[in-house]
């Protein structure tokens, strides 16, 4: 017999009938619930050639589960990274506790894993590191995009997974070009528009101010700025005019 758990709403799952009268009789049923997934109370019942009936114990709390983990808001801190980076994962389970999370970089069927830690029946990790020798073996991707893995176990077995793109660059942008500026057009010049090879931080840059640079002679208000958009592959350094033209 069966219940939704907590209910105490009995109904019948099946009869086995012991046939050949064994003095012991052993037996099993596989037993997929109609109601589908949820979480349930079993009692068996055993009555003797007598007519007498007696009850087993109740299991209760048996957990029917056959959908797997959602493993979801998988990203790779910072991105793109030029150091050991740090994992953001969730991985949930509507009816079972995760029991175990692993991750793989650029390999599907998480051939040789890597396990992630598991608290409280969910992996919820905002700081966990990858690729630190300290804490798993993997090797350090290479320069390039990679594809991050993330898989996730629950407590009956199923298994989920999801993925997301990160970038590895530790090469640092080149100088493509440095063209003098003309702002107003009076034959003077008061800027250098440097072009690079990759995007620039703008973030890092203490826009306004020289910021480390200076231009040799009688001249002011050096400053650094961005180029047309936020976090493009040009700079701008402007100062005052010279005396002569083109200077």
């Given at each position: ?196 090879s990759e995007d620039i931080d703008d973030s890092l840059l203490d826009v ?40």
């Amino acid at each position: 017999y069966y219940s939704v758990s907590g209910e105490d709403d009995w109904s019948e799952i099946t009869q086995i009938t012991n046939d050949s009268l064994d003095e012991t009789f052993n037996w099993n049923y596989s037993w997929e619930p109609e109601d589908g997934e949820g979480t349930y109370d079993i009692m068996v019942e055993a009555t003797d050639t007598a007519g007498n009936t007696e009850s087993s114990p109740t299991v209760i709390d048996v957990t029917y589960d056959v959908t797997e983990p959602s493993v979801s808001g998988i990203s790779i801190s910072p991105d793109p990274t030029n150091h050991p980076p740090s994992i953001l994962a969730l991985a949930v389970d509507l009816l079972s506790r995760i029991a175990s999370a692993i991750f793989q970089v650029d390999d599907e069927t998480f051939s040789v894993p890597i396990d992630l830690p598991v608290q409280d029946g969910v992996f919820d990790s905002l700081s966990e590191y990858l690729f630190i020798d300290e804490y798993n073996t993997m090797p350090y991707p290479g320069e390039g995009i990679h594809d991050l893995y993330v898989g996730a176990f629950d407590a009956a077995g199923n298994f989920g997974y999801n993925s997301a793109q990160f970038t590895v660059d530790t090469t640092a942008p080149t100088l493509e070009s440095a063209e003098t500026q003309d702002a107003d057009s009076d034959g003077y010049i008061d800027g250098i528009k440097l072009t690079f090879s990759e995007d620039i931080d703008d973030s890092l840059l203490d826009v306004g101010n020289s910021d480390g640079w200076d231009v040799d002679g009688d001249y002011e208000g050096e400053a650094i700025g961005t180029g047309e958009n936020d976090n493009d592959n040009v700079l701008l350094l402007t100062f005052s005019e010279g005396a002569d033209f083109d200077t």
